[in-house]
C-alpha cells in the first residue's frame, strides 16, 4: 500500500459549503442522492477537475448543475468530475449494501437497525465525497425508510420536520448549522426507545437530551444519562466550553469497532459504554461508561468546533479529549486511583507500542492506514503531553491558553502546531524545545542519582530519548518533574517542587539537607517517561508507607515489586516488600481502593516491556509465586478484611465501591495462598453477591481455580444472564483470562461455542482479546497461542480489517521474548504475510513487525 506523508499535505482545491443527503434506506440495499455545492478554494491551486473519494459504491447518475454527465472516470475507488471553474452543484446518486458491510465502517445492519460509522474514512463508503477533515460543510440530511422496521430516523443537529408517506413509509429531515468535515456526519434508523432528559446550559439555551437504546435495555440508561448531565456541566466549569445545539443525542450499538465516537449532536456508542445497572455492570464498568461519554461529549469543542486539518493531527484532538476526560473523572471520583490506573494503562500498552516495531511520535509523520494510529501513543501519550504544558503552566495559566485556543480556531481544521502556539500565546509557556515531544518517538528514559556533601544535595538527572524505527538519533527533551526531598529524621518534606530537566544531563542543588534525604520524584507522575533512581530498600518502603503523594506512594510500593520480580528471586527484596505491605494493611487512614492499588502487582504486559528479554513462563511463575507468598504471609489479615467488609460491600457511594475493591483483592490473595479455602470463601462471595462487582470479583477468582466450585459459578453466571451480552461478554473473558495450564484448550472449546461469533467486535475481543493478554494462553510453550492469534488476524483481515489488524502488535513484541517462543511467533507473522491478499491494515502492522 502507498505511504501518505505529512509533509505532503496541500489545501483541497474545491469548497463544499454545502451538502444534501437523500436517503432511501434498507437493511439489503440504501439509495443515496448527495447533492453537494461546490465552489473552488481560493487558498488552493486551481484545478479542472473534481476528485471525490470512494470505497466499495455502487455509482447510479452523476449531475452537474441540473444535468446529466457520463464524462465522469474513476481512477481506482475515486470518481472524477471535470469541472469548470466557478460555483456548481454536484448530485451523485449511489447504491449501497448495509447488510453485507462486515467492516462496520460507512452505513452498516446492526440487529436489525442501520447505523454509521465515518471516523476517518468512512463516508467514502456511503457517498463520492471530498473524505478528508479539512472540507468543512453544512448538512441537510432527509431519510425515507419502512415505518415499522425503522420507526426512529436520527441524524447530526436538530430535527427539521418528519412525516407519513404511502405504503407504510416515513421520512425525517434534520439539518446540522455547524459546518463539519464528514468523518463526523452519522445517521441511525431503527426500532429504538429513548430515555429523554434536558440540560439548561450556563448560557440558558435548553438543550433535549436523549439515550437510545433497543427497548429491553431502558432500565439499564440511567447512569449514562446521568453522565452526559455531569460531562456539560463540568465542561462549562472546568473549559468554559458551552453546548451548541438543541438536541444531544447518544445511541447504543452492539457491533462497534471501537469504544463510540463523536458525531457531531448524534454520538453512536458501543453498548459497552452505555448499558448499567447494578445487577449487570461493575464499578469500574460505570466509571468506564462515565468516562467514555465525557470524552465523545467533550470533543464537541476539542474536535468537532476545532477539527484536524489531516490525520497526521489526530492527537490534536484525541490527546486534548483524553486528558479532558482524564480530569473529568479526577475531579468526579479523586485524583489519585483515576491516576495510577492512567498510567498503568500507558505503561502497559503504551510503553511496548513506543519500544515496540510500531513506535511513531505523537504526531506521525507517515501512514498507510491510518485506522491503525488510533494508538495509545497518538491517545494516551498525547494526552500526557498537554499535561506536562498544564503541569509547566499552572492550572490557571494552562486555562488560558486554552481559552485562546478555543477563540482562535473555532470553525477551524487546526493542526497540532496551532495549539502549541496557542499555549505558547496564552499559557505564557515557551515551548521551542518542547515541541519535540510531537517529533519524537520513543519514552524518554531517566536516571536520577543525588550527591551529597554538607549541607547541600546535587540530584544529577541524565536522560535518554531511544532510537526508533526511521529514527536513529534523538534530542533531550524537556521533562518537568514534580519533586520533594524528605528529611530522612523527621520523615518530612519542606514542600514539593517542580523541576524541568532540559538537558541530556543537569545538576540541581537543594541546601539545608544535614543528612541524604528520601527523593519522591516525578509525583503525580508529571512526566511520561521510564525512571531509574538510585535510592535504597529501605528508603522505598518508607515511601511506599509514608509518602504524602498517592501517587508517588504507590510508585514505591511498584519499585519494590518490580526490583524483586524483575531482579533475582531475593529473600531481602521479598522481605522488604513484606514490610512495606504491612503497613498498608495497617494504615487506617487509607481509603479501600487505595489500600488495593497498593496491593496490586504490576501488569504482566509491564513486567514484559521492563525487561530486555523474557521468558513469559518463568514471569508468570514469579509473579504468581509472589502473591502466594504475600496470600501466605498476610492471610489473617486478608481473610479479616475479606469477612469485615461484606456489609459494606453491600452498599452503594464511594465507600462501598473502596471495599468491594479491597475485598476481591483480598480474595485473590486468599486463592492464591490457599486454593481450598479461596474456593469456599469465593463461592461465598458469589452466590451472597448483590451487584456485578462482587459476583465477577468472585468469579475472576473462581475462574483461575480447579474444583467444583469453579464449575457451579461459570454455569450459574452462564445461565442467569445468557440474554444479556454485554455479560457474556464477561463470561467469556473471565475464563479466557484464567491463569490455568489448560487455558488455551479451554478457549478453543469457547470458540466454539453457541453464544460465541467472530461477527461480533465485543465477543471476539471478550474471547481473543483476553486470551492474547493472558501469557499462560498466549505465550504456550507449544507455539499454539501464537498460532491461534495469527489464525484469527487471517479470518477477519478482509471481514473487518480494523478489528484483525489490533491483534498484530501482541505478535510483534517477538524480538523482546526468549529465543523459542521469539521465533514461533516470527514465524506466524510470516505465515500471515504469505497469505495472499492482505487488507491495508493487516499488511501496515504485519510489515512494521517484521522489519
Ligand atoms: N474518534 C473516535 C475514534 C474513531 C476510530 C476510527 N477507527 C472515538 C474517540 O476517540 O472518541
Ligand atoms: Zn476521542
Redesign the pocket.
Known amino acids: 500500500p502507498a505511504v501518505i506523508r505529512r509533509a505532503d499535505y496541500a489545501p483541497y482545491p474545491w469548497r463544499v459549503p454545502a451538502i444534501r443527503l437523500d436517503f432511501d434506506l434498507g437493511l439489503e440495499t440504501t439509495r443515496v442522492e448527495a447533492t453537494l455545492t461546490v465552489e473552488p478554494n481560493l487558498d488552493a491551486d486551481a484545478a479542472e477537475d473534481i476528485r471525490l473519494d470512494g470505497d466499495g459504491l455502487v455509482l447510479e447518475s452523476v449531475h452537474v448543475d441540473g444535468e446529466e454527465r457520463t464524462d465522469w472516470r474513476r481512477d481506482g475507488e475515486a470518481l472524477i468530475v471535470p469541472l469548470s471553474s466557478g460555483k456548481h452543484t454536484l448530485t451523485i446518486v449511489t447504491r449501497i449494501l448495509p447488510s453485507e458491510n462486515t467492516q462496520l465502517m460507512g452505513l452498516y445492519a446492526s440487529n436489525g437497525m442501520l447505523c454509521t460509522q465515518c471516523e476517518a474514512e468512512g463516508f467514502r463508503r456511503i457517498t463520492f465525497f471530498p473524505d478528508r477533515p479539512d472540507v468543512l460543510s453544512v448538512y441537510t440530511v432527509r431519510m425515507e425508510a419502512d415505518r415499522e422496521a425503522f420507526p426512529v430516523l436520527l441524524s447530526n443537529g436538530n430535527p427539521v420536520e418528519e412525516g407519513l408517506l404511502d405504503g407504510g413509509r416515513h421520512f425525517a429531515e434534520w439539518h446540522d448549522p455547524w459546518p463539519k468535515p464528514s468523518y463526523l456526519f452519522a445517521l441511525v434508523a431503527g426500532d429504538l426507545v429513548a430515555r429523554t432528559d434536558s440540560f439548561t446550559t450556563m448560557g440558558g439555551r435548553e438543550v433535549a437530551l436523549g439515550v437510545w437504546v433497543r427497548e429491553e435495555d431502558l432500565p439499564r440508561t440511567s447512569h449514562a444519562m446521568e453522565s452526559i448531565k455531569r460531562s456539560m456541566n463540568w465542561d462549562e466549569e472546568t473549559f468554559g466550553r458551552e453546548y451548541d445545539l438543541d438536541r444531544f443525542n447518544i445511541v447504543a450499538v452492539g457491533d462497534f469497532n471501537m469504544g463510540a465516537m ?1 458525531n457531531k449532536g448524534l454520538n453512536i456508542f458501543n453498548t459497552k459504554y452505555v448499558l448499567a445497572d447494578q445487577e449487570t455492570a461493575t464499578d469500574a464498568d460505570f466509571d468506564a461508561v462515565e468516562g467514555v461519554i465525557g ?1 465523545e461529549y467533550f ?1 464537541n469543542w476539542s ?1 468537532n468546533r476545532i477539527t484536524c486539518r489531516d490525520w497526521f493531527q489526530l492527537s490534536l ?2 490527546g486534548f ?1 483524553v486528558l479532558r476526560d482524564q480530569l473529568f473523572s479526577e475531579d468526579m471520583h479523586g485524583a489519585a486511583v483515576k491516576r495510577i490506573g492512567d498510567v498503568r494503562v500507558l505503561r502497559s500498552v503504551q510503553f511496548p507500542e513506543d519500544s515496540g516495531p510500531f513506535a511513531h511520535p505523537i504526531r506521525p509523520d507517515s501512514y498507510k492506514e491510518i485506522s491503525n494510529f488510533y494508538t495509545a501513543t497518538v491517545y494516551n501519550k498525547g494526552a500526557e503531553v498537554i499535561r506536562m504544558m498544564r503541569s509547566m503552566a499552572g492550572i490557571e495559566a494552562f486555562r488560558k491558553g486554552s481559552d485562546l485556543y478555543f477563540d482562535r480556531h473555532d470553525g477551524e481544521a487546526a493542526t497540532c502546531e496551532d495549539f502549541v502556539k496557542a499555549m505558547e500565546d496564552g499559557a505564557g509557556l515557551d515551548l521551542t524545545q518542547f515541541r519535540r515531544w510531537y517529533e519524537q518517538a520513543g519514552t524518554p528514559q531517566v536516571t536520577a542519582e543525588q550527591r551529597h556533601d554538607g549541607d547541600t544535595v546535587t540530584l544529577v538527572l541524565k536522560q535518554v530519548v531511544p532510537p526508533t524505527p526511521g529514527q536513529p538519533d534523538k534530542a533531550p527533551v524537556p521533562i518537568p518533574l514534580r519533586i520533594a526531598l524528605f528529611d530522612r529524621e523527621k520523615g518530612e518534606h519542606a514542600g514539593e517542587q517542580l523541576i524541568v530537566l532540559t538537558e541530556a544531563e543537569q545538576e540541581f542543588t537543594f541546601e539545608g539537607f544535614a543528612k541524604p534525604p528520601i527523593l519522591s520524584i516525578n509525583r503525580g507522575y508529571t512526566a511520561p517517561i521510564a525512571l531509574d533512581r538510585d535510592i535504597s530498600r529501605e528508603d522505598l518502603v518508607f515511601l511506599a508507607a509514608h509518602d504524602d503523594d498517592s501517587f508517588a506512594r504507590h510508585e514505591a510500593m511498584q519499585e519494590l515489586l518490580l526490583g524483586y520480580l524483575l531482579g533475582d528471586a531475593d529473600d531481602e527484596a521479598r522481605a522488604a516488600i513484606g514490610t512495606a505491605a504491612q503497613a498498608v494493611l495497617a494504615d487506617d487512614a487509607l481509603d479501600n481502593e487505595m489500600r488495593a492499588e497498593l496491593l496490586t502487582l504490576p501488569p504482566f504486559a509491564y513486567l514484559g516491556e521492563r525487561s530486555k528479554i523474557y521468558d513469559p513462563g518463568a514471569m508468570v511463575e514469579k509473579r504468581e509465586g509472589l502473591r502466594a507468598w504475600l496470600g501466605h504471609e498476610f492471610a489473617g489479615q486478608f481473610r479479616d478484611y475479606h469477612e469485615r467488609l461484606t456489609n459494606l460491600a453491600r452498599e452503594e457511594g464511594a465507600q462501598g465501591k473502596q471495599a468491594r475493591r479491597m475485598r476481591s483483592l483480598a480474595l485473590g490473595y486468599i486463592a492464591a495462598a490457599d486454593e481450598a479455602e479461596g474456593a469456599r470463601l469465593g463461592l461465598a462471595q458469589y452466590r451472597a453477591a448483590a451487584g456485578m462487582t462482587e459476583r465477577q470479583g468472585a468469579l475472576a477468582v473462581l475462574a483461575g481455580l480447579d474444583g467444583t466450585e469453579r464449575e457451579e459459578a461459570l454455569a450459574d453466571f452462564y445461565a442467569r444472564f445468557a440474554d444479556n451480552p454485554l455479560v457474556v461478554d464477561k463470561w467469556f473473558t473471565l475464563q479466557a483470562m484464567a491463569l490455568r495450564p489448560n487455558v488455551l484448550d479451554e478457549v478453543g472449546k469457547l470458540a466454539g461455542h453457541e453464544a460465541f461469533t467472530i461477527s461480533n467486535p465485543n465477543r471476539v475481543r471478550s474471547l481473543y482479546g483476553a486470551m492474547s493478554g493472558n501469557p499462560v494462553a498466549f505465550h504456550q510453550e507449544s507455539g499454539a497461542g501464537y498460532r491461534m492469534i495469527a489464525d484469527l488476524i487471517l479470518e477477519l483481515n478482509m471481514r473487518n480489517p480494523q478489528l484483525a489488524a489490533r491483534f498484530v502488535p501482541s505478535l510483534g513484541r517477538w524480538r523482546r521474548v526468549e529465543p523459542g517462543r521469539s521465533a514461533m511467533m516470527r514465524a506466524e507473522l510470516e505465515r500471515i504475510a504469505a497469505a495472499g491478499t492482505l487488507s491495508r491494515d493487516v499488511a501496515e502492522q504485519v510489515e512494521a513487525s517484521l522489519g
Open positions: 463523536e470524552h470533543h474536535g484532538k484525541e479529549t
